[in-house]
């Protein structure tokens, strides 16, 4: 987690800090317009999805950074900006996926991912004040081609998962892990390399 420091020389609008992964105010008003656009597009296909599953993924087109060939979201789908979001082709994700996408989550291709993930990028201070302040940053999160991930497993801000492993479910990832590996518990551990 990084440390909590602001320059007070930083000329960028609070959107190019979160967009940078760095400490910034989310009461911007044009981080507020971003996030108020991703809620009206995911309350879409949250809705579309139960008459039209197929139509429903059109929606992503818009909402996401990337949504590859073939891949396929079923509802419902929370997330905070979606542009940030990048799924790659073939990928299957089930029900209640949580990406709090505030900087870059990348999932790679032929991806299996389970019910009731959550993928994390937001940090808050470990100090008190500027926490109460509403600072945050957050750091990406990035998941190999042909993984698969467990329901209910959680990965938090910074961590890259390797190609062709498996995150076990309920997993709480809290550091990287290698390609070709089997990750399990809270926090996670490799325990099998495949």
């Known amino acids: 987690m990084q440390s909590f420091h602001v320059d007070e020389n930083d000329q960028r609008s609070p959107l190019e800090k979160m967009r940078a992964g760095d400490w910034y105010l989310a009461d911007d008003p044009a981080i507020q317009t971003a996030y108020r656009r991703a809620l009206a597009l995911s309350a879409r296909f949250n809705r579309d999805y139960a008459e039209d599953p197929d139509t429903a993924q059109e929606i992503l087109g818009d909402l996401l950074g990337t949504f590859g ?89 910074g961590v890259s998962i390797g190609a062709d492993s498996v995150i076990g479910a ?24 495949l």
């Open 170 to 193: 309920g997993a709480v990832v809290t550091r990287d892990v290698p390609a070709r590996s089997v990750a399990v518990g809270s926090p996670a551990r490799v325990v099998r390399t």
């Open 69 to 157: 060939r073939g891949a396929h979201v079923r509802a419902p789908l929370y997330l905070d900006y979606g542009s940030n979001l990048h799924i790659g082709a073939g990928t299957f994700v089930n029900y209640h996926l949580t990406a709090l996408d505030v900087v870059e989550i990348r999932i790679g291709d032929n991806c299996q991912l389970g019910p009731n993930i959550q993928l994390l990028t937001p940090v808050h201070p470990l100090e008190p004040e500027p926490r109460r302040q509403g600072w945050e940053a957050a750091e990406p999160i990035t998941v190999g081609d042909n993984v698969w991930i467990g329901g209910g497993a959680t990965i938090l801000p």
